[in-house]
């Protein structure tokens, strides 16, 4: 789907290990005895969430996986926006902050919640496109992790959904990255988030949503399938 606005979490589960079948997503594996992207969406979202595909769904919102790579770049680059961001999960192996890097490349790390820090929540404005990035502690030097692939190495770091509602209207996003680019377990489980876009003033006068605080969405000009 185009465009669609949203809301940011990290966190992820899939299929067993087995290869996706479209090149442009990246296979996530079985999180075994930790929590998986379905059980993270359900405790952040509600009600029972599962499998249909690459996509979730718990009867009345819907998580469709937003593509990794591709015509687009998928889910690497990201519009301006001002946003409210909620750490909804950490299973990870190495203490992180959560934040953004500026631009399409290059940039310094912008820390906007400590990962560790479940449940926290933060709103920032970012007035270009972005990259969603954590940086992991590696006790002697630091590593950044963002969303695009080709800041660590070619080597894909997040995956994300974007999150519906039973009307079909386009509520949010999810994020869910990994913090281990060497023997990863590619779990996508360490760090999920969850973004919502501030409304404008205009549109919390027209009405905003209801799910996620009642926070409507703008749209980038591209950000899943």
């Known amino acids: 789907m185009e465009s669609p606005a949203f809301i940011g979490v990290i966190g992820l589960i899939l299929t067993s290990g087995i ?40 009867g009345t919102i819907s998580a469709v996986r937003n593509r990794d790579s591709g015509m687009y770049s998928g889910d690497q680059i990201w519009s301006a926006g001002s946003f409210n961001a909620k750490i909804v999960g950490n299973h990870g192996s190495y203490d992180s902050l959560f934040g953004y890097v500026n631009g399409d490349r290059g940039g310094n790390f912008q ?25 992991v502690d590696g006790f002697i030097f630091d590593h950044v992790y963002t969303s695009r692939e080709r800041d660590n190495y070619d080597k894909d770091m997040m995956v994300s959904y974007s999150l519906y509602n039973a009307a079909g209207s386009m509520i949010g996003s999810m994020l869910f990255f990994e913090d281990k680019k060497l023997f990863s377990d590619k779990d996508f489980n360490d760090v999920a988030v969850l973004l919502s876009i501030v409304p404008t003033p205009q549109a919390a006068g027209i009405g905003a949503l209801a799910l996620l605080g009642g926070l409507s969405m703008t749209r980038r000009r591209y950000m899943a399938r």
């Open 19 to 58: 290869a996706l079948a479209d090149n442009d997503y990246t296979t996530v594996r079985d999180a075994g005895s930790e929590p998986g992207h379905a059980s993270i969406l359900s405790s952040a979202l509600g009600g029972n969430f599962s499998a249909s595909g690459l996509d979730f769904s718990n």
């Open 111 to 135: 820390t906007l919640l400590d990962a560790q820090d479940v449940d926290s929540s933060a709103s920032t404005t970012i007035n270009d496109d972005f990259r969603w990035a954590i940086k």
